[in-house]
Nanobody, 124 residues
Framework: EVQLVESGGGLVQAGGSLTLSCAAS????????TGWFRQAPGKEHEGISC????????YYADSVKGRFTISSENAKNTVYLQMNSLKPEDTAIYYC?????????????????WGQGTQVTVSS
């Protein structure tokens, strides 16, 4: 079983930047997909970015495309989410999740392991 620990959340002004980290430990899937999801009050759970360890392919939701960048450091079993040009509507709890190689960022149910979440608050 894989354990995921997120870090890097916090309070930032609109236009600012944050980098989230997701450190994985334990037994992982073969060629896992790691994704970042977020949940804001009153809004649907949203898959915002995913990265495949098989080929490095990435996915971004339209809401973050051009502002967020997902990357991985395999030697550290860590996935990062660089968030730039943050907006108040980015305020949410951000979760890291990992699933098997065929997992899709569109379906949270594909992901078997989840972190505890980290709060990101963007003030206007």
């Amino acid at each position: 079983e894989v354990q995921l620990v997120e870090s890097g959340g916090g309070l930032v002004q609109a236009g600012g930047s944050l980098t989230l980290s997701c450190a994985a430990s334990g037994i992982t899937f073969d060629d896992p997909v790691t994704g970042w999801f977020r949940q804001a009050p009153g809004k649907e759970h949203e898959g915002i970015s995913c990265i495949s360890s098989r080929d490095g392919s990435t996915y971004y939701a339209d809401s973050v495309k051009g502002r967020f960048t997902i990357s991985s450091e395999n030697a550290k079993n860590t996935v990062y989410l660089q968030m730039n040009s943050l907006k108040p509507e980015d305020t949410a709890i951000y979760y890291c999740a990992q699933g098997p190689a065929d997992s899709s960022c569109h379906y949270g149910s594909d992901f078997h392991s989840w972190g505890q979440g980290t709060q990101v608050t963007v003030s206007s």
